[in-house]
Structures are given as structure tokens and as C-alpha cells.
């Protein structure tokens, strides 16, 4: 199958096409419960994570990112439902339950009975043990940063020994809860992707492409909605392959790859005025 284009279609058909052992990672996020309107479409589950089983490489990934409605005072529970289908039918493992917090975002008070819902799971499968981890660092503030300290180290006759150390910038890995603003304009820097209901935010998804692939990694989304997974790959210099079974989100996904290309240098660029 050609890489670096978005199919239409049944996800399940298309991913026939894709051969065995060969995406790198995918990024999705189906249309859970009734928390989206995708026009009535729905998809097989059990199906598409099994396929997903054959065409992922060994140590590959799946970022799948859901959440649950609510119904009669409880929640669907669905999310763990397909995590669980995931380990125990499917075959993967379940590398990380990560969090996904949504500022700028009007949360919605279903009943006076609990609080409003911010979050999503982002659920991390790996194909056995994952080939690639490119954690995301994050500088730590501290008020001892720039002073001098003193620290201890052992000499070579054995006793410990005192010496001044100066702190520069400490940096550690992110943890994995990842709070995103997704007002308007926030989210997304191309106006364009809110005519789909349920848009990506481009820094959510570039931290999973930067994390879990190298360049030249080919990523799947096989339900790429407004093509962000698609864009975040083209800017990181990853192969992609999108799926989405609305001929409209594909016009408009291809709207947004138009618009942010790579230059003749190589570089990603926005022609958007």
C-alpha cells in the first residue's frame, strides 16, 4: 500500500492491504460511546484490534485514546473493555494507562451527583517488548538552580568526601499524564480541522510520534478523522498511512496536508496566510 495518503473506506478492509509486521506505530481514537457524532458510522472492534495484532511490527505500538460515557449514574466502562480485548484476545501488552487532561475546555455537568469529566485514556499496547522509547524531557524548576552545593563522592582509598557542585538545568523524563489546552486555535494552528467533531491536539499527537517512532517510521491511523496523526507524521519526517470511512473528514484532512507540506528543503511550512 502507498504510504503518505489517506484511503476511504472500512478501516478493517483497507488494513487487508497493509503487510504483515510493518507499522511502526499507530495513533487513533475511535468513535466511543456516544460522546462523538461520526454521521452513524461504527466500527468492529474485536476486527480492528486484531488486525492491528498483524500489522504492527514486533515492538511496535498502538496509542489508542478513548474514554466512557456515562448511563444510569455509571460509566460505560468501554475504555477498559477494549484494553482488556487488547491483552487477553488481541495479544499485546499493555506497555502504560496513560492520562490525557483537556484545559480550555467546557466541561459538561451530566447531573449534580459527580465532578466533570477532563480527561480521556490514552491506553499504550506494545507488540512484546517495544523497540523504541524517546521520552519526552522536561526541564525541572528548582530554586537551587545556578548556586553552589556540596556534594559527596567515594575516593579512591574508600572514605566519602565532600566537594561543591554547581547546579545547572535538571531535566527528566515526562510523566504520563499530559495536560493539553484544546480551545479554539490552541489545539490546532490550521482553522480548518474544527469542522471535525472531535479534533486531535497536534502537540498530544507529536508527543506520541516523538516518543514511540524514529524518522522514517511509518505510522498508521486507521480512523484519522481531521488527519492529524497524518500531519504530525509528514512534520517529523515519519511514512503515514490514513483511513477514515467519511469521504467529507478526508477532503478535509487532504486540506491540511495541502496546506502544511515540506519545502523543497525539506522542512515542514505552513502556506496558511
Known amino acids: ?8 473506506g472500512d478501516c478493517l478492509e483497507l488494513m487487508k492491504q497493509i503487510e504483515d509486521n510493518s507499522v511502526d506505530l499507530v495513533v487513533t481514537s475511535p468513535p466511543y460511546d456516544n460522546l462523538r457524532d461520526y454521521k452513524g458510522y461504527s466500527f468492529n472492534f474485536e476486527g480492528i484490534a486484531k488486525d492491528l495484532f498483524r500489522v504492527t511490527k514486533d515492538g511496535g505500538i498502538v496509542v489508542w485514546i478513548v474514554g466512557d460515557t456515562t448511563k444510569d449514574f455509571s460509566e460505560t466502562l468501554t475504555s ?10 488481541a495479544g499485546f501488552k499493555l506497555l502504560d494507562t496513560m492520562i490525557y487532561v483537556k484545559i480550555s475546555y467546557p466541561p459538561a455537568y451530566p447531573t449534580l451527583r ?3 469529566n477532563r480527561f480521556e485514556y490514552m491506553f499504550i499496547f506494545s507488540k512484546g517488548k517495544p523497540k523504541t ?18 556534594s559527596t563522592f567515594r ?10 557542585v554547581s547546579i545547572g538545568k535538571i531535566e527528566k523524563a515526562e510523566c504520563n499524564v ?20 472531535a479534533t486531535f491536539p497536534e502537540q498530544l499527537v507529536e508527543d506520541h510520534i516523538l516518543s514511540w517512532s524514529n524518522e522514517g517510521d511509518l505510522v498508521l491511523d486507521p480512523m484519522c478523522g481531521s488527519g492529524t496523526t497524518c500531519k ?29 507540506t515540506l519545502n523543497s528543503e525539506g522542512k515542514f511550512f505552513s502556506s496558511q496566510a
Not at 1 to 8: A, C, D, L, P, S
Not at 155 to 164: M, Q, W
Not at 237 to 258: P, V
Open 133 to 150: 522509547f524517546n521520552p519526552i524531557k522536561v526541564s525541572k524548576q528548582s530554586s537551587s538552580i545556578g548556586k553552589d552545593k556540596v
Open 178 to 197: 499530559w495536560v493539553y489546552d484544546v480551545g479554539f486555535m490552541k489545539s490546532s494552528t490550521d482553522k480548518i480541522s474544527f469542522k471535525h467533531p
Open 1 to 8: 500500500m502507498e504510504t503518505n495518503k489517506i484511503y476511504q
Open 232 to 260: 504530525m507524521a509528514l512534520k517529523n519526517n515519519r511514512k503515514f498511512i490514513g483511513f477514515d470511512i467519511s469521504q467529507e473528514y478526508i477532503d478535509l484532512a487532504n486540506k491540511r496536508l495541502e496546506q502544511n
Open 155 to 164: 575516593g579512591e582509598d574508600g572514605f566519602t568526601k565532600a566537594r561543591k
Open 114 to 116: 459527580r465532578y466533570a
Open 80 to 89: 477498559f473493555e477494549q484494553a482488556i480485548y487488547f491483552v487477553k484476545q
